[in-house]
């Protein structure tokens, strides 16, 4: 498989980003959570993971150097809720992409990998096949830290 480098970053969105979304079927929104509410997010993961480790009986570095996933984590309330329920959330971003006056969250989930590890049995893909609903829909990916 051909690697492809993307080299086209839209600072909000904007016509040129909903245009360039709807000619290739994903687009990317540079700085989409930022200050507050970006500290705030990865001080409230970091201590979700460490209650994780807590709860396994196993150091916080070692927990760390696992694939780990969680869902739901809107209804702990607080910074991951807010994450995708105010006026500068996901919620918003795919809202205003998607040009709909509102939006049903099917679930949202955080994935985190060890630094530096990546994982080639899953390709970028449209997570839409695999949802269990026949209505349109949008999957936004954000990560709260640089990734490349």
Known sequence: MKTIINETYF?????DAINFYNTHGWVVIENG?????????LESWEQHRLQCAREMGISFDKYKMEISQWRDLW????????????????RAI????MD?????????????KPSGSSNKKIPWHQDSMFWPVD???CSTWTPLEDVT
């Open 100 to 112: 709909w006056s509102g939006v049903r969250l099917l679930h949202d989930h955080i994935i985190a």
């Open 94 to 97: 795919a809202q205003r992409g």
């Open 11 to 15: 600072a909000n969105i904007d016509e």
């Open 75 to 90: 209804t702990l309330g607080g910074t991951f809720r807010e994450i995708l329920d105010s006026e500068v959330s996901v």
């Open 33 to 41: 959570i930022v200050g507050d509410l970006l500290n705030d997010s």
């Open 135 to 137: 209505l349109p829909g």
